[in-house]
């Protein structure tokens, strides 16, 4: 570029003040040009192989894995270009980035003792993510906050709440317990409460009726992997004989099928004569003479 401007063309119109200033604006264009085309080009690039990768995988476990791996490994490529970027940009306005990497490496060692909570969080990020224990889309309980996964770093685990649609911030190394909802496969749970006059053999076969229902829609039986699983009469209650069903879903697939399998219920002890008992208050009115 200052080659360009030294051409009696444009030396005739230019101080060699002006030529330093243009020279000098064109550099921080062209760094913050490559900057956004690297960063473009890396999740263009990466995007694509991840759909290829994905497109050959099965098991949705191993794609949210992948999922989230991605994620994690653009970040750190993405901050390694931004530290390329900032030290052009340092070097043009004339600071010498040695001493400050010199600085910076001195100074790291001294807050590195200091940084027990900040190493603890990224080490349990290493051993959560390297054993798949939660992946970006997962349902998940961590440290009393139920909901889905959103985004996962080494440090941090971002999860929404179910309930109040909140964002919330975990930190890796605080967790001790993780209950993932969505891992392999999941369950769909039921209990159903029937009159003591009910025949429950009678019971157990329309509830077969009813799961079969349930699987003739196309959409229910891609979600649902094994039969209907009857555990049996589980208990009495003081009018009521509870029944409990388990059906193996797809993860993620245990609501929409709980909810569509209670409305066949319902509908099918309706036409087979099947009460399901339900609490009455009676107000009986007595007249005065």
Same mark, same amino acid.
């Given at each position: ?11 005739q ?12 604006i ?30 050959r995988i ?14 994690i490994?653009?970040?750190?490529i993405e ?28 100074m790291g ?9 900040? %190493? ?23 440290q ?12 941090l ?10 964002? /919330? ?31 429950i ?8 009726? /009813?799961?079969?229902?349930?699987v ?7 979600? %649902? ?5 009857i555990w ?9 004989? /509870? ?29 087979e004569?099947?009460?399901?008992p339900?609490?009455?208050? %009676?107000v ?6």
């Amino acid at each position: 570029m200052e080659e360009l401007l030294k051409f009696d063309f444009f030396s005739q119109y230019l101080t060699d003040t002006h030529v330093k200033l243009i020279v000098f604006i064109w550099n921080i264009l062209k760094c913050t040009f490559l900057l956004l085309i690297s960063v473009r080009l890396i999740r263009f690039f990466s995007d694509k192989i991840v759909k290829k990768i994905l497109s050959r995988i099965s098991a949705q476990e191993r794609q949210q894995q992948l999922i989230t791996l991605k994620t994690i490994v653009l970040h750190a490529i993405e901050a390694i270009i931004f530290i390329v970027y900032l030290g052009n940009m340092l070097n043009l306005f004339g600071i010498d980035v040695r001493p400050i990497l010199a600085t910076a490496g001195v100074m790291g060692v001294a807050i590195g003792f200091g940084a027990k909570r900040f %190493v603890e969080d990224v080490i349990s990020g290493i051993i959560i993510l390297m054993e798949g224990q939660v992946r970006v889309g997962d349902y998940v309980e961590v440290q009393g906050v139920k909901g889905f996964v959103e985004k996962i770093t080494l440090p941090l685990i971002t999860v929404r709440s179910d309930t109040t649609g909140a964002l /919330c911030f975990i930190r890796c190394g605080y967790i001790d317990t993780i209950i993932n909802h969505t891992m392999n496969y999941s369950y769909a749970f039921f209990e159903y409460d029937v009159a003591y006059g009910s025949d429950i053999n009678h019971v157990f076969k329309t509830l077969h009726k /009813c799961f079969d229902i349930l699987v003739s829609d196309s959409e229910n039986k891609k979600k %649902v992997i094994d039969g209907l699983d009857i555990w049996g009469l589980d208990s009495f209650k003081e009018s009521s004989l /509870c029944i409990k069903v388990r059906i193996k879903t797809q993860p993620k697939g245990q609501w929409s099928i709980k909810r569509s399998f209670n409305k066949i219920v319902k509908e099918r002890f309706e036409l087979e004569n099947i009460e399901i008992p339900f609490n009455q208050l %009676v107000v009986t009115n007595l007249k005065q003479d």
